[in-house]
């Protein structure tokens, strides 16, 4: 897997602007997959990030790149455990959450669209989505913002600047583990 793929779909995880990003990844090993994810969890494990496959089918994987202590701490927000145990999800740390996430990506072709908490999207934005996604959004970017549309769009223009910055830095030879911020 290569840093370019990582840095054009992480940046704002990256940056510590964003809880989590996700992207597609071909493999045709799972062997050499699997070494590639713990050969970067290696060099970005002090900068609180971490690398995960949550689905793997037909020789593509979810990856799913996060901060443990940011997504325990959003999953942890009283909307975001109401939506939660509206799903059926049970109480539980982030990494039981992710666990039961990916037995559902895993058991299900349907999408659950609650994974806009995992990703730090708003809770109300990813209830107004899962309840009524006809509902006139006020923008669309990373998500459909149905709620605070202005700071939405300041979020996704900070997002895009970000991918933008990073993408040009390791064009210039930064490594992925200088791009990665350091946080709590």
Avoid: Q
């Avoid at 593509?60 to 202590?69: C, D, E, M, T, W």
């Amino acid at each position: 897997m290569s840093e370019a793929l990582i840095v054009r779909h992480c940046s704002p995880t990256l940056a510590g602007l964003k809880t989590a990003n996700m992207f597609n990844c071909k493999y045709t090993d799972k062997a050499e997959l699997m070494k590639s994810i713990r050969s970067v969890n290696n060099m970005l494990k002090g900068k609180g990030v971490r690398m995960i496959p949550l689905r793997l089918a037909n020789g593509s994987a979810l990856i799913y790149v996060y901060r443990p202590k940011k997504l325990e701490d959003d999953l942890k927000s009283p909307a975001s455990e109401a939506i939660l145990s509206s799903c059926g999800y049970d109480e539980g740390t982030a990494a039981r959450l992710i666990r039961e996430l990916m037995a559902r990506l895993g058991g299900s072709a349907d999408f659950p669209h609650e994974i806009g908490l995992f990703l730090g999207y708003p809770p109300e934005d990813v209830r107004c989505f899962m309840c009524d996604r006809n509902r006139e959004c006020r923008c669309v970017g990373c998500w459909r913002a149905y709620t605070n549309g202005s700071e939405a769009e300041k979020t996704f223009a900070r997002f895009k600047k970000c991918t933008e910055v990073y993408c040009m830095k390791l064009r210039e030879g930064y490594p992925l583990s200088k791009l990665t911020v350091k946080t709590a």
